[in-house]
Structure formats: C-alpha cells, structure tokens
C-alpha cells in the first residue's frame, strides 16, 4: 500500500486524530492530513499512520467535521477520564469562538410561519392549556378566602416561609411528591382517568411486544404523547400507569367536549384582557415620553425619591419583614370585609385625594415660579475704598495712584463709578431697588455668586493694612485701608 501524502491543514471545526483520538490543537494548521485518503493526525502521529487508502473505511475524519460523534453514538464509558474533561472543555472554548453559530440555538432554529402549523398549534395548546388556568383560578380563590381553612393554612405556610426562607429549597420536592403521592392515590381506588384510549394502551401492553407497538402508534396518532413499546409485561404497566398519571394531571380534551370550550373561553379572555392592558398603557405613553416635560421630570423627581425611601426602608427594615407585611396584607386585602370596606371607602376618599393632588400641584407651581424670579433677580455689588489719611486723622476717598480706586469690584483690579453716578441698570435688566443699600452682614459675594464671610464694624467697613491685608478690625497704625459693600438688586426682563 502507498504512503500518505500528508500536508499541514487548518481545521475550521473540531477535529480528532485518526490515529490517537485526541483533538488536534489549535487555532490554525493544527495537524496533517492527506490529499488523497483525508486522513487526519497529528504531526508526531503521522510516523505511526498506516497505509494509504482512498476509499477509507474507517471513522475517518472529514475536514470540517467533529471525528467524536463515534464516540456519543457508541456511549461514554463510565466514570469519566480527564481526557474526556478535557477534549469537552476545549470543544466548548473553540465553539465558542466560532462566531458563525447562532447566539440562540432556540431562535435560530424556531420554523417559519404556516398556516396549517398555526392552526395545529392552537387547537393543541387550546386542549392543553387547562391544567394553567385551572392554577391561576385556585390561586384567585386561594387568596379570595374561598375556603377559608385552605387560605389560612397558606397563609401560615406563607409565615413560616418569611421566617425560614430556605424552606423554599424544598417546594420543587414537596410539589413532585405531592403528584405522585396525588397518582398513586388515585391508582389504589382506580380513579385515574383513561383518555384517548389510554385503556386500550392499557390493555395493548400487558400483551405481546408487538401488539403493545401497535397500540403505541395508534395512541400517538390521537394527539397524545405515545408511550413506546414495552419489552415486558411490568415495564408495560409502569408506562401505563405513568400515562394515566400524565392524563390526569395534564389532560387533552376534544373539540367537542365542555372542557375545550372553558378552555378557548380562557383563551379569548386572556387576549382580550391583555389587549385591555395595553391600549391602557399606549393611552399613558405620555407619562414615559417626554412629551410633557413638565410632567416626565415630576416622574423622575418622584421615582429617584422614592428610591432613596424605599433604600433607607431596606436599611432599617429586615426583608424578611418586608415580606411578611406585604403578604399579610395581600390575604388580609382579599377578604369580603376588606373589599366591601375598600369599595364603600373609595368613594369617600377619591375627592379627598384629588384635592390634596391639585393643591400639591398649585404650591408646586408657585414654588417653581418664585424659583424662576430668583434666578432672574440679580444683585449687584459695588465696594467703596477709603485709605488713612495721616494728616486729617480720618479715613478718606484718597488712594494713591498705582492702587485701587475710591470705588471698585471686589477683585480692586476694576475701578468703578460711585453709587450715585451709578443710575443705569445693567443691559436687558431692571432695577428693584429704588436705591444702593449698604451690607453690614459682611456676606460679600464674587462674580460667579460664591458668598465669602468678612468681618466688618456696624457700619459694614472691612479693615486692612497697606498691602490689602485683611486685619482683625481697626488697629490703629496698622489698619491703614478699609472698604464697604454696597448692593442693589435688579430683574432680567423678558425677550
């Protein structure tokens, strides 16, 4: 037989040796394989490679392809090896990167439209559907104290929960042994009910092996889920007394019959009502969608303060007590006194409630607008510099030339007019104050409205030494420069 002919090939799915089994590493020219058989190795396998042959008979690998699947289809031996640990971890890491499979295996593969299919569909999910809103029905009576000793025990069982939530670890087992203890029940008095010929599947598989395919078959062309054949008279009656069981907890039911009819009434209401919700929900669209700015940033106010509440509740209330609260007040809302009182209630309370809203509304408006004057109303500041004169033993409007002048801005840096020449309002602006007040608070505030605390004498003087040093009040010899505030406040006129 020839050699292979082996050349160093880049596998674009995973790919296993023929020789050894293991999976060719890699991301690109990750083993050989041969042009003319496609055997594919690894490289430090290729010496042991038999001969060449061009119709391989073998599981050969085919480029492109996964060389494992022998593997699934003949069984994983247990207990699991580490190269099985390992060749699952890399396959899974390459398949990963693989960015020409789907995100969803699920959306990618769900069929097209069709007619027929939908049809199909619905009238199986229509059949099917009880055993969901029977749930929601028992649940609505649950809560609605239809019996009320049902209703108190939940609402004990609801207690307990709230003080030992790990409880809720065991449900999924206390629901599955409740079905098969509910089955087995109704086994022993021979309540379970044989739908759609499931006493003919009964009968069919404590027969022979081929009579049992034969019932097998005909029960899966009735719409049910089919029981496969059985290879014994025992194994046949556990698969029907599972059936039975399915059957009665889940049933079908035929077009014809009543419980079809309560179920496609269900149906109809469902849509109808989620219909309901959302012509509800598009007729508020307002309140989401900015087209009432006002409104939208009262929602967003409300929502980030009530975030903030509902963080300090957290914070100082367990959660365990939150639960315990809300759902003591969801039985305790469901009962007859409760809803008579509620409805009897509303009536009362609705007006009561709308008027305080309004007058919420109208204070919220009249603070909004006096915020509106407040950010239109400007003060503006005016500082009168006097220096020490020596001769005349008084404080005078005469400064030297290369400082600041008799009146400034509070930099110094911009000599002003006095507040008597000072008549005109600045541009676009109004004065509402008929004259220049004198602040003796000492609150002097710069350009960009940053209050700075100066202490200054009954008469509003801030006193400083020759460099413009602040000092701690008049000190004689020292205290050589002094300066006052004045103000006066002016309105932005609208444009």
Not at 70 to 80: E, F, H, I
Not at 285 to 302: G, H, K, N, P, R
Not at 332 to 353: C, Q, S, Y
Request: aromatic residues 10%; glycine residues 6%; neutral net charge.
């Amino acid at each position: 037989m020839p050699a292979h002919s082996f050349e160093e090939t880049t596998f674009h799915r995973l790919t296993y040796c023929d020789e050894c089994g293991r999976l060719l590493w890699g991301l690109k020219k990750q083993g050989l394989q041969c042009i003319d058989c496609e055997f594919v190795c690894h490289s430090g396998c290729a010496k042991d490679a038999g001969d060449c042959v061009e119709a391989r008979q073998g599981n050969g690998s085919v480029p492109g392809t996964v060389s494992a699947v022998s593997t699934a289809t003949t069984g994983v031996s247990l207990p699991l090896t580490g190269a099985q640990v390992e060749d699952a971890i890399v396959s899974a890491a390459i398949l990963s990167m693989d960015l020409s499979l789907p995100v969803s295996h699920y959306l990618a593969t769900l069929p097209p439209l069709h007619p027929q299919t939908t049809t199909r569909n619905f009238t199986r999910f229509v059949s099917r559907c009880g055993p969901v809103f029977g749930f929601r029905d028992k649940v609505i009576l649950l809560l609605n104290w239809d019996k009320p000793i049902d209703t108190f025990v939940a609402l004990v069982a609801y207690i307990i929960i709230c003080f030992y939530p790990k409880l809720l670890l065991f449900v999924p087992q206390v629901v599955i042994l409740h079905i098969l203890m509910s089955g087995y029940y109704n086994r022993q008095k021979g309540d379970l009910p044989a739908t759609h010929g499931t006493d003919q599947r009964v009968s069919a598989m404590k027969s022979d092996t081929a009579t049992v395919q034969a019932a097998a078959t005909a029960t899966a062309a009735a719409s049910t889920a089919a029981a496969t054949a059985a290879t014994s008279t025992e194994g046949g009656g556990k698969r029907a007394y599972l059936g039975n069981l399915a059957s009665s907890l889940f049933p079908v039911f035929d077009e014809t019959s009543p419980e079809y009819g309560r179920n496609l009434q269900n149906m109809q209401n469902m849509m109808g009502e989620t219909s309901d919700a959302y012509d509800v929900i598009q007729a508020h669209a307002y309140l989401w969608d900015w087209s009432d700015e006002e409104l939208c940033s009262q929602i967003v106010l409300f929502v980030v303060l009530s975030m903030f509440a509902l963080a300090a509740a957290v914070y100082f209330v367990s959660f365990r007590t939150i639960c315990l609260v809300g759902g003591i007040g969801a039985f305790l809302g469901n009962t007859r006194f409760a809803k008579h009182l509620v409805a009897e209630l509303v009536p009362l309370l609705l007006p009561i409630a709308k008027k305080s809203m309004e007058t919420a509304a109208a204070r919220q408006k009249q603070t909004k607008q006096w915020l509106h004057q407040q950010q239109a109303i400007h003060e503006v500041s005016l500082y009168e510099n006097q220096a020490w004169a020596q001769d005349k033993n008084r404080f005078t409007s005469h400064l030297q030339s290369t400082e600041r002048g008799p009146w400034s801005d509070l930099s110094g840096t911009q000599k002003m007019p006095s507040n008597v020449q000072i008549s005109i309002p600045p541009s676009k602006t109004m004065w509402l104050d008929q004259e220049w007040k004198l602040d003796a608070d000492g609150a002097w505030k710069n350009a960009l409205g940053i209050e700075t605390r100066v202490k200054v004498d009954h008469e509003g003087w801030a006193y400083y030494n020759d460099d413009w040093i602040a000092t701690d009040g008049f000190q004689p010899g020292y205290s050589t420069r002094r300066r006052r505030r004045w103000t006066r406040k002016c309105q932005q006129l609208a444009w």
